[in-house]
């Protein structure tokens, strides 16, 4: 327990740091555009109505939803005006995180200074005070307690939402939560929720300082409520500050497997001297453009993933033909190497419970078909929306009774205990053999294959020491070995972080 | 002590909304020095009137002149720091010390040199004590900080004053002598003044020219005693009714006793 604490608040500086950045810059941003908006509100009900509407009608998205529209939305600006916008990490998270800022800020400056008394704003008039006057001298002030409210609401809001900009790939508290989340390690995900719920509640402590300090005219309140922020933000960001140089950034989507050969490609990679960070719990989409953009220098993917999203292909190829199609394709379209495969393959693979295996002799995706209508049907988030799946409708009559969607980590456990019957498993899960599910086969080849593959940014091609870091991994990992490293983390007694189970990889790799 | 206010001259001045006349073709003279009364029941036109003068109002037709110059020569802002302005609900800033809303108008017009001797002499002028300055407009009764709003409003050594309703809201005795110290003050620093009020016997006690107003018109233009006196129309005649009846009461109830 201690060393998972030790392992945990080791990588909480720094996603702090970042945590911190994020949030304060969306604040920033939100409040440069609310102000304005606001004073403008003010003098004319049309903008407050619709500014309002609007800041409402972001407020109704999901914040995971709004994370992830901003990078298709980037993306495709970034196209039109011909790239150099990243829509990965920083920027999409920032934006936002902005929009969902805006709301607690713009509503409540609105109200602050719509609700600024009427004797003192005609006062203010019959002095003979400008607009610009009367906004610094009676209106600002009067509204500045019920401002500072909002701006409260929205930066505990933001660093809360801040803990999701891990799926666009900025580092986060959420990091901590998404990793620990998926390798079922309680510790991180406390650790995650403990340091982000730390901050929130420090943050709003002292701009709630300041709000009385304005609120009650005792300007030395306010002024040390500001000056231990910015003190905070300093300290804070005190990790960014340090250069880093000849960093390679590895990227992992979010499941265990894909954790242990980040970190087992990073231990090779510092061997051979470079600075290693990890970009984790990327989404499938989002890691590949990643590369492309350059934004991390490498990562392992499937081919039938890339096969079936990036390349749009709906047939079904002979292993060796695909990942030929596959690096001529990336190599053309976004000058992205693959530098060959790992040896092992991780499929979807549909898995029953062994007494229902016996009982109802199930062998094959036919057999399955055939009692379908009497099963409940378990599957990752993503899987229902793949291409493989409607592949896999086409080649047999599957109707399953119902179907339910769960985290990987929740899916094995849901099949073990009859919540479900089957469950589209993934061939190199270690849990499918220490359950002793049975895989049924699929005879016909519907789904395409998935082998697990090395790929490398553009301008990481020709960096040699990189290349022959990398290159005694190709084929030299058994989808047996995988399987055992991924249960190490997986399993529920004995639990091992991804790093440890890399180094158990990597020692049998080295014999 | 010299006459120092200017005069105002109305010229078909109106001001409607929508179909409704607030004010209808108005034409009047206003002598340098003068204390007129604006009087009339709710409606008849008199803050409107007012306000155009200072264009917190603007007008939808006529022309005013303040001192022989036209109001619109000026922007609006500056035409405004030459009058002072007091109004029934007084309006000091409540997060400024009673200083520093006495002070407003010098800080407006960036005059930094003696604002406390200035502030000092206000205070004095509308009979405040001098710890007062300190203070926040909370700690203050209505009636002090009524005071404060005439402090303020002279504070530019305007010559116009334009008072609505200034002390409507504050109890008989206070209002009165309120009522009393301001007439002083009007003459003392030769100040010109419109007063709007709806309280017949205020007008005729403060002020040596009274207008009444109906409807978007005047109905009557005379001075206190001509008032008093009769034939000047029915309007003026049935809101004199009133102190005259209450005076008689007062006389009758004395002479019981």
Redesign the interface.
């Known amino acids: 327990m201690n060393a998972a604490w030790q392992q945990a608040l080791a990588r909480v500086p720094e996603l702090l740091a970042a945590h911190i950045q994020l949030s304060f810059s969306a604040l920033l941003l939100a409040m440069v555009i609310c102000l304005p908006l606001a004073i403008w509100a003010v003098r004319s009900p049309r903008i407050a109505a619709v500014s309002l509407a609007i800041a409402s009608l972001i407020q109704t998205i999901p914040g995971l939803a709004l994370l992830a529209l901003f990078y298709p939305l980037l993306l495709g600006l970034s196209a039109l005006i011909g790239g150099g916008i990243s829509a990965f990490g920083f920027l999409p998270a920032l934006l936002a995180l902005t929009l969902y800022a805006l709301l607690p800020i713009l509503r409540n400056a609105v109200t602050g200074l719509t609700g600024v ?14 607009a610009w ?1 009367k906004l610094q ?2 209106e600002a ?2 509204a500045a307690p019920t401002i500072m409210a909002g701006i409260r609401t929205a930066a505990v809001w933001t660093i809360g939402a801040a803990t999701l900009s891990t799926t666009v790939g900025q580092p986060s508290l959420g990091d901590l939560i998404f990793a620990g989340l998926q390798t079922q390690n309680w510790t991180l995900v406390l650790a995650g929720c403990l340091f982000s719920a730390a901050l929130a509640i420090a943050v709003d402590l002292l701009l709630g300082l300041i709000e009385r300090g304005i609120r009650e ?1 005792k300007r030395i309140m306010a002024f040390a409520g500001a000056a231990l922020i910015a003190a905070g933000l300093l300290i804070a960001t005190l990790p960014l500050m340090i250069a880093r140089d000849n960093v390679v950034v590895i990227g992992a989507k979010s499941f265990s497997e894909q954790y242990i050969l980040a970190r087992l490609i990073g231990s090779r990679l510092e061997d051979a001297g470079y600075g290693v960070r990890y970009r984790d719990g990327l989404g499938s989409a989002v890691v590949y453009q990643a590369l492309t953009a350059g934004d991390i220098d490498v990562y392992v993917d499937y081919s039938g993933t890339l096969w079936t999203n990036q390349m749009q292909r709906t047939d079904s190829q002979p292993k060796a033909v695909m990942l030929d199609r596959i690096a001529q394709w990336t190599k053309a379209s976004h000058g992205v190497t693959m530098l060959g495969a790992l040896g092992f393959e991780n499929t979807y693979a549909f898995a029953v419970r062994p007494e229902d295996a016996r009982d109802k002799s199930l062998r094959t995706l036919d057999d399955l078909a055939r009692v379908s209508s009497d099963f409940n049907f378990g599957t990752d988030v993503e899987f229902l929306e793949r291409p493989e799946w409607q592949m896999v409708q086409a080649a047999y009559p599957i109707r399953f009774k119902n179907a339910r969607s769960f985290s990987p980590t929740f899916m094995y456990p849901a099949l073990a205990s009859g919540e479900v019957d089957v469950i589209s498993a993934f061939s190199s899960d270690g849990r499918i053999a220490a359950n002793n599910f049975v895989v049924l086969e699929d005879r016909k080849g519907a789904v395409p294959s998935y082998e697990a593959i090395v790929l490398l940014a553009p301008d990481r091609a020709s960096d040699d020491r990189f290349v022959a870091a990398l290159n005694p991994l190709i084929g030299a990992i058994t989808v047996e070995l995988m399987r055992e490293a991924n249960y190490m983390v997986d399993r529920r007694d004995d639990k091992k972080t991804p790093r440890q189970a890399a180094r158990w990889l990597n020692e049998k790799l080295r014999e | 002590m010299p006459v120092s206010g200017p005069s105002i001259s109305l010229h078909r001045l109106s001001r409607h909304y929508a179909t409704v006349h607030a004010v209808d073709s108005v034409s009047l003279e206003i002598a340098a020095g003068s204390l007129v009364a604006l009087v009339g029941l709710s409606g008849s036109g008199k803050s409107t009137l007012l306000k155009m003068i ?1 264009r ?1 109002v603007e007008p939808t037709s006529g022309t005013i002149r303040i001192g022989g110059e036209a109001v619109e020569s000026v922007d ?7 009058i002072g ?1 007091v ?1 029934q ?7 400024m010390t009673i200083a520093r809303n006495i002070a ?2 010098l800080e ?1 017009a960036g005059q930094k040199e003696g604002r406390d001797a200035r502030v000092a002499e206000l205070l004095d002028l509308v009979e405040l004590p001098q710890d007062m300055a300190s203070r ?1 407009p909370d700690q203050l009764s209505g009636g002090q900080q009524q005071r404060v ?1 005439v402090a ?2 002279l504070a530019t050594r305007p010559g116009l004053m334009l008072m609505d309703e200034p002390f409507g809201a504050l109890d008989p005795v206070t209002r009165d002598n309120l009522t009393e110290q301001y007439k002083a003050l009007h003459e003392r620093l030769g100040l010109t003044t419109i007063i709007v009020t709806h309280d017949m016997a205020e007008a005729l006690y403060l002020a040596d020219r009274i207008l009444v107003m109906e409807g978007g018109r005047i109905r009557a233009d005379a001075t206190p005693a001509e008032l008093v006196s009769g034939n000047v129309g029915d309007e003026a005649e049935a809101l004199v009714a009133i102190p005259r009846a209450q005076a008689a009461h007062l006389i009758a109830l004395g002479k019981k006793s």
């Open positions: 008394d009427p004797a003192a704003s005609e006062a203010a008039d019959g002095l003979g005070m400008t006057q001298y009676v002030p009067l005219r | 200072n917190l609006p802002h500056v035409l405004r720091r030459r302005y109004f609900n007084i309006g000091l800033f409540p997060h407003i108008g407006l926040m709003g303020r409003a």
